[in-house]
């Protein structure tokens, strides 16, 4: 079928691809000098919407004398108030989350108030002991929502809210909102904190005569069923 468009062979074609994949992908590869990353190849830079810089590394020390990061399992969470919540898998093969601000005062931003969350091992306000952390969410007040697997076998969701020791937030049992009778089960799925507090939680439920999997909207009023 004939084309009225320009026509393009396949050398231009790969090398049009390569430049724009280039840009896009090895620009998380950063480079040997400091500063900012702002991506490109083996060639003329490729502009680029993004600038990465170092926040921390695995040579750095963190919060409270917890032993230091011997990797990061590659996702963190930035907020609109410049926090960044991330997941380290530290020295004693533990996995820990940290809460820190991010300094912009030098130009270059770093991280300030570095502070532990959660991590495997701790023992929570309610008494019971973190086997491993599975999940969290940070929402744009600082609130920092986690769920867990306990060393009892059960998942929790915890909820701190901005500047606040961790409180929990979900558990087995607990009543489900706009479900007459019903329970949580035992597994709990993904979840979203939202920026007033509240969760978006999908999570297994039972009553007296059926068991089902529901989307929960909760909040301190109260909360519902979505589907």
Request: net charge negative; charged share 15%; aromatic share 8%.
């Amino acid at each position: 079928m004939a084309s009225n468009g320009p026509a393009v062979n396949r050398r231009e074609f790969l090398q049009t691809l390569g430049i724009l994949c280039g840009g896009l992908t090895l620009a998380s590869c950063g480079n040997s000098g400091g500063g900012g990353v702002d991506g490109g190849f083996a060639g003329p830079v490729v502009p680029s919407a993004w600038r990465y810089f170092p926040l921390i590394s695995t040579d750095d020390a963190l919060a409270q004398g917890d032993p230091g990061p011997a990797s990061f399992p590659g996702w963190a969470m930035l907020n609109q108030r410049s926090q960044v919540l991330f997941q380290v898998y530290d020295r004693n093969k533990a996995t820990a989350l940290y809460l820190a601000d991010l300094d912009f005062s030098a130009g270059a931003p770093r991280l300030a108030q570095l502070q532990k969350i959660l991590r495997d091992g701790d023992t929570t306000a309610d008494g019971e002991v973190i086997q491993r952390v599975e999940a969290c969410c940070l929402n744009n007040r600082g609130d920092v929502a986690v769920r867990v697997m306990t060393t009892k076998g059960f998942q929790r969701i915890y909820l701190a809210l901005a500047g606040q020791p961790l409180n929990p937030e979900v558990k087995f049992g607990d009543s489900t909102p706009g479900v007459e009778d019903g329970r949580f089960a035992q597994s709990l799925g993904d979840f979203e904190l939202l920026d007033d507090g509240s969760l978006v939680l999908v999570g297994h439920y039972y009553t007296s005569k059926y068991a089902a999997q529901g989307l929960f909207h909760l909040h301190p009023a109260g909360g519902s069923l979505l589907s």
